[in-house]
């Protein structure tokens, strides 16, 4: 198991090196004046769940401008001490008119894409909605930065699903170049999610980062 502020931690350490240009000027020569800059702008899927909870909560704390997406029904529990500190954009992220016209009014600098049917067990009882979410959510997301021409640095969560049937024989830790042999719908999704980041990267130029995320935990 791994604490969520670990992997948040991870995530923008991933993102810092090919963003440094929007971290803070601290590291400017003492005798230099301060540049004033507008705040860099992070868009969170996924927000109300645990994982993108924290995430939101760090970034803020590093200094960023932080957007959500939350759907109507949404339980808002892991959202206490941010209603008023994030810009709240109601939708779904399978609604293709709802993602483009949101990344158009934003042009975030980063997105940290955690919107997901998210229960590795239901997915095999609803096959369709794990693949709208996982994968058509996915490429809504994908598809609007490049219609927009916009390359912001994407986090994309991936699972540890994907190694599926790989897992059952290995022996030791897997390694992140195991073969991917999902066995769930759950996992194939999370697979499929992470082709198309890879290919948006490769074909269009969209800085796609995917974590493929184990067991987490976090306080509460």
């Known amino acids: 198991a791994v604490a969520a502020p670990v992997l948040l931690a991870l995530a923008l350490t991933c993102l810092a090196p090919v963003n440094a240009s929007l971290w803070s000027s601290s590291d400017a020569k003492a005798a230099e004046p301060p540049v004033a800059t507008a705040k860099p702008v992070a ?4 927000i109300s ?6 995430v939101a909560r760090e970034l803020l704390a590093r200094g960023y401008e932080v957007h959500g997406v939350v759907r109507y029904r949404t339980h808002w ?9 994030v810009s709240w954009h109601k939708g779904d992220i399978t609604d293709e ?3 483009l016209n949101l990344l158009s009014e934003l042009r ?14 239901v997915s095999g009882d609803a096959p369709k909605l794990t693949m709208d979410v996982n994968v058509g959510g996915t490429l809504n ?7 927009l021409d916009h390359r912001p640095l994407f986090f994309l969560a991936g699972s540890s699903t994907a190694y599926g049937k790989t897992a059952e024989s290995w022996e030791g830790p897997i390694p992140e170049d195991a073969p991917l042999m999902p066995a769930t719908q ?4 999370k697979v499929a999610a992470e082709m198309l980041g890879r290919q948006y990267t490769w074909s269009y130029g969209i800085p796609v ?12």
């Open 43 to 46: 868009l969170v899927t996924g």
């Open 49 to 54: 769940g645990m994982i993108g909870s924290f």
């Open 77 to 85: 529990g892991n959202l206490r001490g941010l209603m008023h500190a």
């Open 97 to 99: 008119g709802f993602v």
């Open 108 to 121: 975030p600098d980063c997105v940290f894409h955690f919107a997901a049917q998210s229960l590795n067990g």
């Open 141 to 147: 997301l994908l598809e609007a930065l490049r219609v």
């Open 186 to 189: 759950y996992g194939v999704s």
């Open 209 to 220: 980062v995917t974590a493929r995320f184990f067991q987490q935990v976090a306080p509460g």
